[in-house]
RNA sequence: UGGGGUGUAGCUCAAUGGCAGAGCGCCCGGCUGUUAACCGGGAAGUUGCAGGUUCGAGUCCUGCCGCCCCAGCCA
Protein backbone atom coordinates (compact mmCIF):
# COMPACT_ATOMS: atom_id res chain seq x y z
CA UNK A 1 0.00 0.00 0.00
CA UNK A 2 1.46 3.18 -0.85
CA UNK A 3 1.77 5.66 1.79
CA UNK A 4 0.43 8.68 0.42
CA UNK A 5 -3.00 6.64 0.70
CA UNK A 6 -2.97 5.47 4.21
CA UNK A 7 -4.92 8.27 5.48
CA UNK A 8 -8.36 6.92 3.68
CA UNK A 9 -7.35 3.55 5.30
CA UNK A 10 -7.64 4.43 9.06
CA UNK A 11 -8.51 1.27 11.28
CA UNK A 12 -7.57 -1.88 8.35
CA UNK A 13 -4.36 -3.55 8.37
CA UNK A 14 -2.06 -2.58 5.78
CA UNK A 15 1.15 -3.84 4.57
CA UNK A 16 3.48 -0.89 3.52
CA UNK A 17 6.79 -1.56 1.71
CA UNK A 18 9.59 1.07 1.81
CA UNK A 19 13.28 2.04 3.38
CA UNK A 20 14.11 2.81 6.81
CA UNK A 21 15.23 6.63 7.44
CA UNK A 22 14.96 6.96 10.84
CA UNK A 23 15.07 5.11 13.80
CA UNK A 24 14.21 5.80 16.99
CA UNK A 25 13.97 3.28 20.84
CA UNK A 26 12.97 4.29 24.16
CA UNK A 27 13.74 -0.02 25.68
CA UNK A 28 10.16 -1.06 25.15
CA UNK A 29 8.80 1.12 22.39
CA UNK A 30 10.13 1.74 19.12
CA UNK A 31 9.69 3.81 16.06
CA UNK A 32 10.27 3.08 12.40
CA UNK A 33 10.19 5.59 9.79
CA UNK A 34 10.11 4.77 6.72
CA UNK A 35 9.66 6.36 2.73
CA UNK A 36 7.92 4.58 -0.29
CA UNK A 37 9.14 7.20 -2.80
CA UNK A 38 5.90 9.12 -2.59
CA UNK A 39 5.55 9.54 1.12
CA UNK A 40 6.86 9.06 4.65
CA UNK A 41 5.22 7.07 7.55
CA UNK A 42 6.24 6.65 10.95
CA UNK A 43 5.49 3.01 12.62
CA UNK A 44 5.32 2.04 16.22
CA UNK A 45 6.34 -0.86 17.09
CA UNK A 46 5.39 -1.95 21.51
CA UNK A 47 7.65 -4.57 22.79
CA UNK A 48 4.71 -6.43 24.63
CA UNK A 49 2.34 -6.43 21.32
CA UNK A 50 5.00 -8.22 18.98
CA UNK A 51 6.65 -12.04 19.16
CA UNK A 52 10.30 -11.80 20.36
CA UNK A 53 11.35 -12.43 17.10
CA UNK A 54 9.36 -9.30 15.28
CA UNK A 55 10.95 -7.29 18.27
CA UNK A 56 14.23 -8.33 17.58
CA UNK A 57 14.09 -7.72 13.87
CA UNK A 58 14.28 -4.09 15.30
CA UNK A 59 17.50 -4.48 16.34
CA UNK A 60 18.96 -5.50 13.09
CA UNK A 61 17.55 -2.17 11.27
CA UNK A 62 19.94 0.25 10.18
CA UNK A 63 19.30 3.35 8.06
CA UNK A 64 18.22 2.28 4.60
CA UNK A 65 17.09 -0.84 4.81
CA UNK A 66 14.32 -1.81 3.01
CA UNK A 67 11.29 -3.28 5.46
CA UNK A 68 7.78 -4.37 4.91
CA UNK A 69 5.77 -2.72 7.62
CA UNK A 70 2.34 -4.72 8.08
CA UNK A 71 0.28 -2.93 10.75
CA UNK A 72 -2.95 -1.25 11.86
CA UNK A 73 -3.47 2.59 10.55
CA UNK A 74 -3.87 4.95 13.29
CA UNK A 75 -4.81 8.59 13.43
CA UNK A 76 -2.27 10.20 15.73
CA UNK A 77 -1.31 13.79 16.56
CA UNK A 78 2.33 12.96 17.89
CA UNK A 79 2.89 11.40 14.41
CA UNK A 80 4.58 12.82 11.57
CA UNK A 81 2.17 13.56 8.77
CA UNK A 82 -0.83 12.85 11.08
CA UNK A 83 -1.38 9.12 10.62
CA UNK A 84 1.06 6.04 11.84
CA UNK A 85 1.10 2.43 11.94
CA UNK A 86 0.69 0.46 15.35
CA UNK A 87 3.37 -2.82 13.63
CA UNK A 88 2.13 -6.35 14.17
CA UNK A 89 4.50 -7.23 12.03
CA UNK A 90 8.00 -6.14 10.94
CA UNK A 91 10.38 -7.75 7.74
CA UNK A 92 13.73 -7.14 7.18
CA UNK A 93 13.30 -7.05 3.03
CA UNK A 94 16.71 -5.51 2.14
CA UNK A 95 19.74 -5.13 4.71
CA UNK A 96 21.53 -2.29 4.50
CA UNK A 97 25.16 -2.05 6.08
CA UNK A 98 25.76 0.44 9.17
CA UNK A 99 27.89 2.70 6.90
CA UNK A 100 25.32 4.41 4.94
CA UNK A 101 26.72 7.67 4.15
CA UNK A 102 24.28 10.10 4.23
CA UNK A 103 22.89 11.22 7.66
CA UNK A 104 19.79 13.32 8.40
CA UNK A 105 22.10 16.21 9.12
CA UNK A 106 23.78 18.83 7.08
CA UNK A 107 26.37 17.08 4.33
CA UNK A 108 28.95 19.46 2.04
CA UNK A 109 28.20 19.55 -1.76
CA UNK A 110 30.95 17.74 -3.04
CA UNK A 111 30.59 14.47 -0.41
CA UNK A 112 27.27 14.86 -1.25
CA UNK A 113 27.15 15.04 -5.36
CA UNK A 114 30.01 11.70 -5.26
CA UNK A 115 27.08 10.32 -3.76
CA UNK A 116 24.49 11.56 -5.95
CA UNK A 117 23.02 8.27 -6.52
CA UNK A 118 21.96 7.71 -3.08
CA UNK A 119 21.36 11.21 -2.49
CA UNK A 120 18.72 11.25 -4.63
CA UNK A 121 16.72 9.29 -1.95
CA UNK A 122 16.20 12.36 0.48
CA UNK A 123 13.15 14.07 0.52
CA UNK A 124 14.66 17.10 -0.80
CA UNK A 125 16.15 15.77 -3.76
CA UNK A 126 13.28 13.93 -4.32
CA UNK A 127 11.04 16.95 -4.29
CA UNK A 128 12.84 18.27 -6.78
CA UNK A 129 12.67 15.48 -9.44
CA UNK A 130 9.02 15.61 -8.94
CA UNK A 131 8.73 18.99 -9.92
CA UNK A 132 11.00 17.95 -12.65
CA UNK A 133 8.82 15.65 -13.94
CA UNK A 134 5.79 17.84 -13.97
CA UNK A 135 7.53 21.10 -15.48
CA UNK A 136 8.40 18.27 -18.36
CA UNK A 137 4.64 16.92 -18.46
CA UNK A 138 3.59 20.49 -18.48
CA UNK A 139 5.96 21.50 -21.50
CA UNK A 140 4.56 18.71 -23.68
CA UNK A 141 0.58 19.37 -22.56
CA UNK A 142 1.24 23.07 -23.77
CA UNK A 143 2.85 22.61 -26.99
CA UNK A 144 0.53 19.24 -27.51
CA UNK A 145 -2.82 21.45 -26.84
CA UNK A 146 -1.31 24.29 -29.57
CA UNK A 147 -1.47 21.16 -32.27
CA UNK A 148 2.35 21.42 -32.02
CA UNK A 149 4.73 18.48 -33.41
CA UNK A 150 7.48 17.17 -30.94
CA UNK A 151 10.65 16.29 -33.46
CA UNK A 152 14.00 14.58 -32.17
CA UNK A 153 16.67 16.15 -33.41
CA UNK A 154 20.52 14.29 -33.91
CA UNK A 155 22.94 13.96 -30.54
CA UNK A 156 25.91 12.98 -33.03
CA UNK A 157 26.00 16.35 -35.45
CA UNK A 158 28.67 17.47 -38.50
CA UNK A 159 27.58 20.69 -39.17
CA UNK A 160 26.97 23.35 -35.74
CA UNK A 161 24.68 26.36 -35.07
CA UNK A 162 26.83 27.71 -32.49
CA UNK A 163 30.63 27.51 -32.21
CA UNK A 164 31.23 27.51 -28.19
CA UNK A 165 32.97 24.58 -27.00
CA UNK A 166 32.13 21.12 -28.43
CA UNK A 167 32.41 18.13 -27.64
CA UNK A 168 33.71 15.64 -30.78
CA UNK A 169 34.43 12.00 -30.88
CA UNK A 170 35.42 9.77 -33.69
CA UNK A 171 32.88 8.90 -36.38
CA UNK A 172 33.52 6.31 -38.89
CA UNK A 173 35.04 7.23 -41.73
CA UNK A 174 33.31 11.36 -41.61
CA UNK A 175 36.12 12.31 -39.59
CA UNK A 176 34.82 14.12 -36.05
CA UNK A 177 31.46 14.27 -35.14
CA UNK A 178 29.96 16.59 -32.22
CA UNK A 179 27.66 16.39 -29.44
CA UNK A 180 24.66 18.66 -30.04
CA UNK A 181 24.52 22.11 -28.65
CA UNK A 182 21.41 22.96 -30.38
CA UNK A 183 18.90 20.92 -32.33
CA UNK A 184 17.53 24.55 -33.56
CA UNK A 185 18.63 24.10 -36.93
CA UNK A 186 17.34 21.06 -37.23
CA UNK A 187 14.51 22.57 -35.98
CA UNK A 188 14.30 24.54 -38.78
CA UNK A 189 14.11 21.82 -41.39
CA UNK A 190 11.38 20.31 -39.79
CA UNK A 191 9.12 23.13 -39.22
CA UNK A 192 9.42 23.84 -42.97
CA UNK A 193 7.27 20.43 -42.93
CA UNK A 194 4.86 20.69 -39.66
CA UNK A 195 3.98 24.17 -39.51
CA UNK A 196 4.96 24.16 -35.77
CA UNK A 197 7.25 22.15 -34.08
CA UNK A 198 9.10 21.83 -30.85
CA UNK A 199 12.04 19.69 -29.41
CA UNK A 200 13.28 18.24 -26.28
CA UNK A 201 15.87 16.89 -25.70
CA UNK A 202 20.01 16.99 -24.25
CA UNK A 203 22.69 19.20 -25.23
CA UNK A 204 26.12 19.63 -24.79
CA UNK A 205 28.80 21.90 -23.94
CA UNK A 206 32.21 21.61 -23.82
CA UNK A 207 32.52 25.15 -21.80
CA UNK A 208 35.28 25.58 -18.98
CA UNK A 209 31.86 26.95 -16.66
CA UNK A 210 32.25 26.55 -13.07
CA UNK A 211 29.10 27.98 -12.15
CA UNK A 212 25.87 27.36 -10.75
CA UNK A 213 23.80 28.18 -14.37
CA UNK A 214 25.74 26.20 -16.09
CA UNK A 215 26.28 21.99 -16.89
CA UNK A 216 28.43 20.30 -19.58
CA UNK A 217 25.08 18.65 -20.27
CA UNK A 218 21.77 19.97 -19.79
CA UNK A 219 18.39 19.51 -21.51
CA UNK A 220 16.81 22.48 -23.76
CA UNK A 221 13.48 22.64 -25.00
CA UNK A 222 13.03 24.40 -28.39
CA UNK A 223 10.21 25.31 -30.42
CA UNK A 224 10.08 26.49 -33.77
CA UNK A 225 7.29 28.48 -35.80
CA UNK A 226 6.59 28.67 -39.13
CA UNK A 227 5.05 32.46 -39.99
CA UNK A 228 5.63 33.75 -36.45
CA UNK A 229 7.68 36.72 -35.99
CA UNK A 230 9.75 37.96 -32.64
CA UNK A 231 6.62 39.25 -30.82
CA UNK A 232 4.50 36.24 -31.56
CA UNK A 233 7.49 34.27 -30.52
CA UNK A 234 7.60 36.19 -27.15
CA UNK A 235 4.17 35.91 -26.65
CA UNK A 236 4.10 31.92 -26.80
CA UNK A 237 7.58 31.99 -24.59
CA UNK A 238 5.59 34.04 -21.83
CA UNK A 239 2.11 31.73 -22.24
CA UNK A 240 4.46 28.67 -21.37
CA UNK A 241 6.09 30.12 -18.69
CA UNK A 242 3.63 31.17 -17.16
CA UNK A 243 1.41 27.65 -17.46
CA UNK A 244 4.59 25.92 -16.09
CA UNK A 245 4.53 27.72 -12.96
CA UNK A 246 0.90 28.04 -12.57
CA UNK A 247 0.83 24.14 -13.13
CA UNK A 248 3.61 23.41 -10.43
CA UNK A 249 1.56 25.49 -8.12
CA UNK A 250 -1.79 23.80 -8.90
CA UNK A 251 -0.04 20.27 -8.54
CA UNK A 252 3.85 20.48 -6.48
CA UNK A 253 2.89 22.66 -3.84
CA UNK A 254 3.80 20.00 -1.20
CA UNK A 255 6.90 19.80 -2.72
CA UNK A 256 7.47 23.67 -3.35
CA UNK A 257 6.59 23.54 0.42
CA UNK A 258 9.62 20.72 1.13
CA UNK A 259 12.04 22.59 -1.25
CA UNK A 260 10.75 25.86 1.29
CA UNK A 261 9.94 27.85 -2.07
CA UNK A 262 8.45 31.06 -1.67
CA UNK A 263 5.44 30.26 -3.61
CA UNK A 264 3.81 34.00 -3.57
CA UNK A 265 6.74 35.08 -5.95
CA UNK A 266 5.76 32.34 -8.38
CA UNK A 267 2.08 33.37 -7.75
CA UNK A 268 3.12 37.23 -8.92
CA UNK A 269 4.14 35.39 -12.53
CA UNK A 270 1.76 36.19 -14.89
CA UNK A 271 1.02 38.08 -18.18
CA UNK A 272 3.02 39.85 -19.46
CA UNK A 273 6.00 40.38 -18.83
CA UNK A 274 7.64 43.28 -19.22
CA UNK A 275 9.94 44.08 -22.79
CA UNK A 276 12.71 46.12 -22.86
CA UNK A 277 14.97 47.01 -25.84
CA UNK A 278 18.73 46.09 -25.75
CA UNK A 279 19.07 49.86 -26.39
CA UNK A 280 16.74 51.40 -23.72
CA UNK A 281 18.41 48.75 -21.25
CA UNK A 282 21.80 50.10 -22.13
CA UNK A 283 20.47 53.29 -21.10
CA UNK A 284 19.00 52.43 -17.94
CA UNK A 285 21.65 50.15 -17.21
CA UNK A 286 23.88 52.91 -17.35
CA UNK A 287 21.67 55.44 -15.58
CA UNK A 288 21.74 53.03 -12.87
CA UNK A 289 26.00 52.82 -12.47
CA UNK A 290 26.77 50.70 -15.12
CA UNK A 291 29.87 50.96 -17.71
CA UNK A 292 28.31 49.28 -20.22
CA UNK A 293 28.37 50.48 -23.76
CA UNK A 294 25.97 50.23 -26.83
CA UNK A 295 27.22 46.76 -28.46
CA UNK A 296 28.62 44.88 -25.71
CA UNK A 297 26.65 41.77 -24.26
CA UNK A 298 24.92 42.06 -20.96
CA UNK A 299 27.18 40.53 -18.11
CA UNK A 300 25.82 39.02 -15.10
CA UNK A 301 25.72 41.87 -13.05
CA UNK A 302 23.61 43.80 -15.76
CA UNK A 303 21.13 41.22 -15.90
CA UNK A 304 20.85 41.41 -12.02
CA UNK A 305 20.92 45.28 -12.12
CA UNK A 306 18.34 44.88 -14.75
CA UNK A 307 16.03 42.52 -13.17
CA UNK A 308 16.25 44.21 -9.79
CA UNK A 309 13.01 44.46 -8.08
CA UNK A 310 10.97 42.46 -10.98
CA UNK A 311 8.25 40.38 -10.12
CA UNK A 312 7.99 38.46 -13.66
CA UNK A 313 10.32 37.41 -15.90
CA UNK A 314 11.88 40.30 -18.25
CA UNK A 315 12.24 40.36 -21.71
CA UNK A 316 15.39 42.13 -23.22
CA UNK A 317 14.81 42.49 -26.81
CA UNK A 318 16.86 42.96 -30.12
CA UNK A 319 20.84 42.88 -29.36
CA UNK A 320 23.55 44.18 -31.69
CA UNK A 321 23.95 41.78 -34.32
CA UNK A 322 27.55 41.28 -33.33
CA UNK A 323 26.10 39.73 -29.59
CA UNK A 324 23.94 37.48 -31.22
CA UNK A 325 24.06 33.92 -33.76
CA UNK A 326 24.63 34.59 -37.37
CA UNK A 327 20.93 33.06 -37.93
CA UNK A 328 18.98 35.74 -35.92
CA UNK A 329 17.14 38.22 -38.43
CA UNK A 330 18.11 41.87 -38.82
CA UNK A 331 15.80 44.34 -37.59
CA UNK A 332 14.37 46.35 -40.21
CA UNK A 333 13.99 49.51 -37.79
CA UNK A 334 17.60 49.33 -36.75
CA UNK A 335 20.10 46.93 -38.93
CA UNK A 336 22.75 47.40 -36.13
CA UNK A 337 20.55 44.82 -34.22
CA UNK A 338 18.43 41.71 -34.63
CA UNK A 339 15.12 40.69 -33.58
CA UNK A 340 15.78 38.26 -30.81
CA UNK A 341 15.06 38.01 -26.97
CA UNK A 342 16.10 37.16 -23.96
CA UNK A 343 14.12 35.62 -21.43
CA UNK A 344 15.35 36.81 -17.65
CA UNK A 345 14.09 34.99 -15.01
CA UNK A 346 13.34 37.08 -11.47
CA UNK A 347 15.10 36.74 -7.66
CA UNK A 348 18.62 36.32 -9.65
CA UNK A 349 17.82 33.35 -11.56
CA UNK A 350 18.97 35.15 -15.34
CA UNK A 351 18.70 33.46 -18.54
CA UNK A 352 16.17 30.71 -18.75
CA UNK A 353 15.29 31.32 -22.55
CA UNK A 354 16.77 32.72 -25.55
CA UNK A 355 14.97 33.41 -28.47
CA UNK A 356 14.55 34.83 -32.21
CA UNK A 357 13.20 35.69 -35.64
CA UNK A 358 15.50 33.83 -38.08
CA UNK A 359 17.32 35.41 -40.83
CA UNK A 360 14.93 34.17 -43.57
CA UNK A 361 16.57 36.02 -46.59
CA UNK A 362 18.94 33.58 -48.11
CA UNK A 363 21.66 36.01 -49.76
CA UNK A 364 21.80 37.70 -46.04
CA UNK A 365 22.36 34.42 -44.46
CA UNK A 366 25.15 33.11 -46.12
CA UNK A 367 27.13 36.96 -45.88
CA UNK A 368 26.63 36.40 -42.34
CA UNK A 369 28.19 32.76 -42.35
CA UNK A 370 30.66 34.11 -44.70
CA UNK A 371 31.18 36.74 -42.07
CA UNK A 372 31.74 34.76 -39.07
CA UNK A 373 33.91 32.11 -40.66
CA UNK A 374 31.68 29.33 -40.74
CA UNK A 375 31.92 26.77 -43.39
CA UNK A 376 29.44 27.08 -45.92
CA UNK A 377 29.39 23.92 -47.58
CA UNK A 378 28.64 22.44 -43.95
CA UNK A 379 25.32 24.87 -44.19
CA UNK A 380 24.41 24.49 -47.63
CA UNK A 381 21.38 22.18 -46.72
CA UNK A 382 20.10 24.98 -44.01
CA UNK A 383 20.18 27.74 -46.61
CA UNK A 384 18.59 25.59 -48.52
CA UNK A 385 15.39 25.88 -46.40
CA UNK A 386 15.65 29.65 -47.84
CA UNK A 387 16.25 28.68 -51.50
CA UNK A 388 13.05 26.89 -51.40
CA UNK A 389 9.90 29.02 -50.03
CA UNK A 390 11.72 30.68 -47.77
CA UNK A 391 9.42 31.79 -45.12
CA UNK A 392 8.98 34.16 -41.85
CA UNK A 393 10.02 31.62 -38.76
CA UNK A 394 10.63 32.08 -35.29
CA UNK A 395 12.19 29.94 -32.51
CA UNK A 396 13.47 29.99 -28.83
CA UNK A 397 15.45 27.62 -26.21
CA UNK A 398 14.06 26.73 -23.23
CA UNK A 399 16.97 25.65 -20.69
CA UNK A 400 15.09 23.12 -18.71
CA UNK A 401 17.40 23.00 -15.38
CA UNK A 402 17.25 26.98 -15.04
CA UNK A 403 13.67 26.88 -15.45
CA UNK A 404 13.52 24.31 -12.73
CA UNK A 405 16.03 25.91 -10.44
CA UNK A 406 14.53 28.84 -10.51
CA UNK A 407 10.91 27.37 -9.73
CA UNK A 408 12.20 25.08 -6.89
CA UNK A 409 14.02 28.33 -5.79
CA UNK A 410 17.48 26.00 -5.98
CA UNK A 411 21.28 27.88 -5.75
CA UNK A 412 22.79 25.87 -8.11
CA UNK A 413 21.89 23.89 -11.02
CA UNK A 414 23.59 20.67 -10.15
CA UNK A 415 20.13 20.08 -8.39
CA UNK A 416 17.72 20.23 -10.68
CA UNK A 417 19.39 17.31 -12.91
CA UNK A 418 19.12 13.58 -11.72
CA UNK A 419 23.03 13.03 -12.67
CA UNK A 420 24.68 16.88 -13.48
CA UNK A 421 27.60 16.63 -15.79
CA UNK A 422 30.33 19.48 -15.09
CA UNK A 423 33.56 19.55 -16.08
CA UNK A 424 35.11 18.07 -13.51
CA UNK A 425 32.18 15.72 -12.35
CA UNK A 426 31.49 12.59 -15.15
CA UNK A 427 30.30 10.19 -12.03
CA UNK A 428 27.98 8.84 -10.62
C1' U B 1 41.46 30.74 -18.13
C1' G B 2 41.55 35.11 -14.32
C1' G B 3 40.25 36.86 -9.11
C1' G B 4 38.89 35.37 -4.07
C1' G B 5 38.38 31.37 -0.50
C1' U B 6 39.15 26.51 1.42
C1' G B 7 41.42 21.46 2.59
C1' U B 8 41.98 18.41 10.27
C1' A B 9 38.15 11.47 12.46
C1' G B 10 33.11 8.23 8.05
C1' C B 11 30.31 13.37 8.02
C1' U B 12 30.00 18.77 9.75
C1' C B 13 33.54 21.68 11.98
C1' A B 14 37.10 23.69 16.31
C1' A B 15 42.34 24.18 17.90
C1' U B 16 47.45 32.48 19.80
C1' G B 17 53.76 28.69 16.48
C1' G B 18 53.56 24.74 22.27
C1' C B 19 49.65 17.57 24.74
C1' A B 20 45.07 16.41 17.91
C1' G B 21 39.47 18.20 19.95
C1' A B 22 33.79 18.54 19.74
C1' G B 23 28.96 17.26 17.71
C1' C B 24 26.74 13.67 14.57
C1' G B 25 27.37 8.63 12.85
C1' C B 26 29.38 3.74 14.57
C1' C B 27 30.08 -0.10 18.95
C1' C B 28 28.42 -1.39 24.30
C1' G B 29 24.73 -0.29 28.15
C1' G B 30 20.00 2.36 29.97
C1' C B 31 15.04 4.26 29.07
C1' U B 32 7.07 2.42 27.28
C1' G B 33 5.50 8.09 22.78
C1' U B 34 10.01 9.24 20.22
C1' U B 35 10.06 13.60 16.38
C1' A B 36 17.69 14.89 13.10
C1' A B 37 14.98 11.45 20.71
C1' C B 38 17.64 11.47 25.27
C1' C B 39 21.41 9.67 29.23
C1' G B 40 26.29 6.95 30.42
C1' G B 41 30.70 4.56 28.39
C1' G B 42 34.00 3.22 24.07
C1' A B 43 36.62 2.78 19.31
C1' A B 44 38.04 6.04 15.58
C1' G B 45 43.67 10.73 12.71
C1' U B 46 49.76 9.96 7.29
C1' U B 47 45.88 17.51 9.73
C1' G B 48 45.43 17.10 0.73
C1' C B 49 50.80 16.10 -1.34
C1' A B 50 56.15 17.59 -1.59
C1' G B 51 59.79 20.68 0.26
C1' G B 52 61.39 24.80 3.61
C1' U B 53 61.74 28.18 8.23
C1' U B 54 61.82 26.95 13.60
C1' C B 55 63.97 24.17 19.84
C1' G B 56 58.94 23.03 18.19
C1' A B 57 54.32 23.55 12.28
C1' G B 58 47.34 21.69 11.68
C1' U B 59 49.01 26.92 12.22
C1' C B 60 54.33 30.55 8.90
C1' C B 61 56.84 30.30 3.62
C1' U B 62 57.33 28.00 -1.61
C1' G B 63 55.43 24.65 -5.27
C1' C B 64 51.71 21.17 -6.73
C1' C B 65 46.72 18.90 -6.30
C1' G B 66 41.38 18.85 -5.04
C1' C B 67 37.03 21.49 -4.02
C1' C B 68 33.85 26.08 -3.40
C1' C B 69 32.38 31.12 -4.89
C1' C B 70 32.70 35.15 -8.55
C1' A B 71 33.81 36.60 -13.75
C1' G B 72 33.80 35.01 -19.00
C1' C B 73 31.03 31.44 -22.36
C1' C B 74 25.63 30.58 -22.64
C1' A B 75 20.32 27.79 -21.64
Known sequence: ?????????????????GWVTHLRSSGKVAFVVARDGHGSVQAVLVKADVTPETWDVFARLTQESAVALTGTVRADARAPGGFELQLRDLTLTGPSPVDYPIQP??????????????????????????????????IHDFFYARDFVRVDTPILTAAIGERSGLFSTAYFDEGEAYLAQTGQLYGEAAAAALGRIYTFGPTFRAEKSKT????????????????????????LQESLVVELVARVLDRRRPELE???????????VVAPFPRIEYTDAVRTLQSRGSNI???????????????????????????????????????P??????????????????????????????????????????PLDAYQWYLDLRRYGTFVHSGFGLGLERTIAWICGLQHLREAIPFPRMMNRLRP
Request: proline residues 4%; contains cysteine; charged residues 35%.
Open 333 to 374: ADPRTVLCDDCLAPEGYGEIIGGSQREDDHDKLEQRIRAEGL
Open 258 to 268: ELERDAGALER
Open 1 to 17: MPIRRLGQHVGEVVTVR
Open 293 to 331: TWGDDLGAEDEALLVAGAERPVFVCNYPKEAKAFYMKEN
Open 212 to 235: RRHLAEFWMIEPEVAFADSADNMR
Open 105 to 138: KEHGVDFLLDHRHLWLRSARQAAILRVRSEIEQG
